[in-house]
């Protein structure tokens, strides 16, 4: 199978190779997908760039922990009726050297996901880091029906997701950009009401927008770089998800 793979830490251009390697044998518990589509997140930028970790973990890591695929093995333990299912896949490489950035890739079942009817494996790839960020950023300590919600950056993939979620969930949500055409793309995904940050005062403007009662939650993607806004708009008991 065709991978791409790394063998020591650093920028992209420099270790990134591609290559021929056997096809991977599933074991107990496993599935193996055929990839269609491979996600790529910063986590998997920086981890091969040494920002989040200063050693290989393993002699050659073929990385990605998002994809998209058909199961065409599956190991002992596993329904063989999910032979030819459609899937999402998340976490492939968490505690193993191969990721999605391959031809195959063998992983736990429970991390092969069946992918909706009438998606695509383009979006299947793009739902694990992303996707299930934002809903733990929106749900982890309850419904959010009726509540005022703040998301920032709400054109970044966390931020698109965080939108769709809170807006499924009853929330009403207002959402921070950069520039009109993020705007755009925010106000497609479910966006209430839209502020953009370099143009506006985002403490006045959520202020008028909430009636000076601020919000109940903020989905923050730059904590440390909001901090300061964020402790002027959210209410007293409020939630920030970071």
């Known amino acids: ?5 790394y063998e020591r830490l650093g920028a992209a251009r420099d270790v990134l190779h591609l290559a021929d390697m056997e096809q991977p044998q599933v074991g107990p518990g496993e599935v193996c997908v055929r990839v269609h589509a491979s996600g790529i997140n910063p986590s998997d930028v920086k981890r091969r760039g040494g920002a989040t970790i200063t050693a290989m973990p393993y002699p050659r890591v073929i990385p990605h922990q998002d994809g998209a695929g058909v199961i065409e093995a599956v190991g002992a333990g596993v329904a063989p009726t999910r032979v030819g299912e459609p899937v999402w896949i998340y976490e492939a490489q968490i505690g193993r050297a191969f990721g999605t950035a391959a031809e195959w890739v063998v992983l736990p079942s429970a991390k092969a996901v069946r992918l909706p009817p009438g998606t ?22 309850g419904a959010v029906t009726g509540q005022t919600m703040l998301v920032t950056g709400g054109a970044g993939a966390v931020g698109l997701y965080a939108i769709q ?8 949500v207002i959402a921070t950009v950069s520039s009109p055409e993020k705007a755009a793309v925010a106000r497609q995904a479910g966006a209430d009401h839209v502020v953009n940050y370099r143009t506006e005062d985002v403490v006045q403007r959520v202020h008028a927008l909430t009636a000076g009662q601020g919000v109940d939650r903020i989905v923050e993607v730059e904590f440390a770089g909001n901090l300061a806004t964020n402790a002027c708009i959210l209410k007293t008991n409020g939630v920030l998800a970071s």
Do not use: K, N
Request: hydrophobic residues 55%.
């Open 1 to 5: 199978m065709r991978v791409a793979y």
């Open 120 to 141: 695509d494996m383009l979006a299947g790839a793009c739902l694990g880091v992303p996707a299930m960020t934002a809903h733990r950023c929106v749900f982890a300590d």
């Open 165 to 172: 979620w809170a807006t499924w969930g009853g929330a009403q």
